[in-house]
């Protein structure tokens, strides 16, 4: 397993947000983080990510990373594309793209340009001023440039048109013929189509995990914990 969390636990703001999670991220593919809004799973990326203080273990290719900070965590190798996709909007896409260059890794700038030809063409422009999906592109973009050997990409489809989900599908899954991905997302069309395992939560709590097909065939399950009729 590429990633393993046990028993992480977050407080903020005087509530207990997540109340022991323990799921493991495998080495290929997609693992899906689901469940209802408000339900942790921001929280939990964030608490792989350092972004918040967490007790309880985490383990990035077998080495504990729950008492780095996130500059060293993300340095082991931990791409993450955050949920409002963090690109600098007065800066230009190339820009954009210079300043995740991480010292001492490659960069992948064939790799990035040939998945998303748009970055290249769009270089010059000023990052603020793209779609919601082309910025969508930047941030994913970005985790792909470094050496990642794990990437974290945070509801990429929210609030993009559905033409616009089926693009980010298609790049979401080229990237993951290149490293694993841990995906946080609603969208269970586009998580059945991309993910193998999915990881439930509710209320803090992980109240599911396994292949996504048997999640998804669980009519209550999909309904009470997915929020959502039939994922097609
Ligand atoms: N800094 C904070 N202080 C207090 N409560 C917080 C803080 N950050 C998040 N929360 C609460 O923690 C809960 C989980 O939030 P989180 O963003 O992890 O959920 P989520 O599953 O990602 O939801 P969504 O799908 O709506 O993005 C929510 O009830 C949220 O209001």
Redo the contacts with the bound molecule.
């Keep these: 397993m590429i990633l393993e969390l046990d028993d992480v636990r977050v407080a903020?703001?005087g509530?207990q947000?997540l109340q022991g999670v323990s799921f493991t991220v495998a080495p290929t593919g997609v693992t899906a983080l689901l469940?209802r809004?408000?339900?942790?799973?921001?929280?939990?990326v964030k608490a792989i990510l350092g972004l918040v203080p967490r007790t309880g273990t985490i383990r990035f290719d077998g080495a504990g990373v729950h008492r780095l900070r996130t500059h060293e965590i993300v340095r082991r190798g931990i791409g993450y594309a955050p949920?409002d996709r963090g690109v600098f909007a007065k800066l230009t896409v190339a820009e954009n793209l210079a300043l995740a260059e991480r010292r001492g890794s490659r960069h992948a700038y064939d790799l990035v340009y040939e998945l998303f030809p748009e970055l290249k063409t769009r270089g010059a422009q000023a990052a603020g001023t793209l779609s919601g999906g082309q910025q969508q592109m930047v941030a994913i973009g970005r985790t792909l440039l470094n050496d990642n050997r794990l990437v974290v990409v945070d509801?990429p489809t929210k609030g993009l048109a559905p033409k616009v989900v089926t693009e980010v599908a298609e790049v979401l899954e080229r990237a993951a013929e290149r490293v694993p991905l841990l995906l946080?997302e609603?969208n269970l069309a586009l998580v059945k189509r991309l993910a193998g395992d999915g990881v439930v939560?509710a209320a803090g709590r992980v109240v599911h995990r396994g292949p996504v097909p048997d999640l998804l065939a669980d009519a209550e399950l999909t309904r009470e914990l997915l929020g959502v009729g039939k994922a097609r």
């Design positions: 903020l703001g509530s947000i469940g809004n408000g339900v942790g799973k921001t929280t939990t949920e509801e946080v609603q939560l």
